[in-house]
């Protein structure tokens, strides 16, 4: 069965680092990319960066852009994203997606359960 | 404010047509393919339509997408109850160095 899993719920305080996972299971992991989407509380979508698992290009949001690393492991099937220097405004459902892996703007067709991330003092 | 617009809600009784609006720019919706997800509360989000108007297997032909410009449309004909949720509108965007772009959404409620 083709999914995603992600790891579990994190709470950080402000100006710490986070690093979430996303476990592929089911289809040849370096075959693909990973895009990472988030989701704060009540808003849309909004998406974070993408990385090609086939050549480890990677692409990021401006927003977050130099406080973002994505990164994946093929032995063990595993995409990571960090997040740095933490604020409340980064307070979100963290997703991660299978995504084109030359295409970042490709169709997301596989999406992990979703991992909460709440940045609190 | 997002730089796709959807509107942000949208209704309809059982069996009636609905569609909902995308607007963009030539930069994104324009020069590039439009994807739409179905997001039902409390869970992630699903690929609907993607390439504009093709459909992943098991998304039910009820569903087409549409593109005109730098405009594109989601049509639901003969709504269902389970077709009660968010809708958004995602498309690569040119500038900025590249970046994908998502609607703000619009949650669509079967009357």
């Known amino acids: 069965q083709v999914q995603l899993v992600q790891s579990g719920a994190e709470v950080k305080k402000p100006g710490a680092s986070v690093r979430v996972s996303c476990k592929a299971a089911g289809y040849t992991f370096n075959s693909y990319g990973i895009t990472w989407v988030r989701q704060a509380p009540g808003q849309g979508l909004e998406w974070v960066g993408w990385i090609s698992v086939y050549d480890g290009e990677t692409k990021y949001a401006q927003k977050v852009q130099g406080r973002v690393t994505i990164t994946t492991d093929i032995p063990t099937t595993t995409a990571y994203m960090e997040l740095r220097s933490l604020t409340s405004d980064d307070t979100a459902v963290y997703y991660c997606?299978?995504?084109?892996?030359?295409?970042?703007?490709?169709?997301?067709?596989?999406w992990g359960q979703g991992t909460l991330v709440t940045v609190s003092s | 404010q997002s730089v796709l617009t959807q509107p942000p809600s949208a209704s309809g009784t059982p069996g009636q047509r609905v569609t909902i609006s995308c607007s963009g720019s030539?930069?994104?919706?324009?020069?590039?393919?439009i994807n739409w997800y179905q997001q039902i509360p409390g869970t992630a989000p699903k690929l609907l339509i993607y390439r504009i108007n093709q459909r992943p297997s098991g998304v039910p032909d009820r569903f087409s997408g549409s593109k005109s410009g730098t405009s594109a449309s989601l049509a639901i004909s003969g709504l269902q109850s389970e077709d009660e949720a968010v809708y958004y509108c995602?498309?690569?965007?040119?500038?900025?160095?590249?970046?994908?772009?998502f609607g703000g959404g619009t949650k669509l409620t079967v009357l």
């Open positions: 995602a498309a690569w965007d040119d500038n900025l160095d590249g970046r994908v772009l």
């Open positions: 997606a299978r995504a084109d892996y030359g295409d970042p703007g490709d169709a997301f067709d596989i």
């Open positions: 030539t930069s994104n919706i324009g020069d590039n393919d």
